[in-house]
């Protein structure tokens, strides 16, 4: 079976630009979270999705923001890029139904953003 | 609040040797705890969970954690380190409602000598 799976694997963009990223979770799986990891510390928690709704936020600036498909598959746009955003963004996803609050997160192999 | 604490930053051990990676965490109610590992340039592996059930909770790749309420304690074990278990180790926390996210540690660097 597939894996959580993100694309592209690497990106260099310049300040300013914007950035879209893509995961798509593991067949079966409704929720899919946003993490972002600055190199050298724990991922942090963007965005959480289910059935297409946001069901939670980290503290993130209105420059980041989200999406979920009717697959299940779901884009992290980030725009007007600072130098700072430059990490490695991992998507997750959850198993959702009873007991999965307890159920672990899978996760992907992340994107590799640059920001010069 | 939810939090963890990695005690150590970085432990360095011998192939052969035991290995302990400390966490403590902090939760207003039933945590579930769960460790995970990440190799250099991939994504983070599910190492093992505790979810209320049995307080020993075992893992993949021979790993062993313990849940300590009285001490709020998730320590990571191994009874013989292996040079493939070298990488970063995140200790995290989630709450018991469903979608919440998860609380990663700072983490802590397992280097393995031989």
């Known amino acids: 079976d597939a894996g959580v799976t993100q694309s592209p694997t690497h990106l260099i963009k310049t300040r300013g630009q914007h950035v879209t990223l893509r995961c798509s979770p593991i067949?079966?799986?409704?929720?899919v979270s946003w993490y972002q990891q600055v190199l050298g510390q724990g991922p942090q928690f963007i965005f959480q999705?289910?059935?297409?709704?946001?069901?939670g936020r980290g503290n993130f600036p209105d420059r980041f923001s989200a999406r979920q498909f009717p697959n299940y598959s779901s884009e992290l746009n980030v725009n007007a890029l600072l130098l700072g955003d430059s990490a490695l963004y991992l998507c997750a996803s959850r198993g959702v139904g009873v007991g999965a609050y307890n159920s672990p997160l899978h996760f992907g192999n992340g994107t590799r953003l640059t920001v010069t | 609040a939810q939090s963890v604490t990695q005690l150590d930053s970085h432990v360095s051990v011998s192939e052969g040797t035991p290995v302990l990676l400390r966490c403590n965490y902090s939760s207003s109610y039933s945590p579930s705890l769960f460790w995970y590992v990440q190799h250099p340039n991939k994504g983070l592996q599910l190492l093992l969970k505790y979810t209320s059930a049995a307080t020993l909770v075992k893992g993949i790749n021979g790993f062993e954690a313990e849940f300590k309420k009285s001490e709020t304690s998730f320590h990571l074990t191994k009874p013989s380190a292996h040079m493939s278990d070298a990488a970063e180790y995140f200790c995290?926390?989630?709450?018991?409602?469903?979608?919440?996210?998860?609380?990663f540690g700072k983490g802590t660097t397992l280097s393995v000598s031989s």
């Open positions: 067949s079966g799986h409704k929720s």
């Open positions: 999705y289910y059935e297409k709704e946001e069901r």
């Open positions: 995290v926390v989630s709450g018991w409602q469903a979608g919440t996210a998860l609380i």
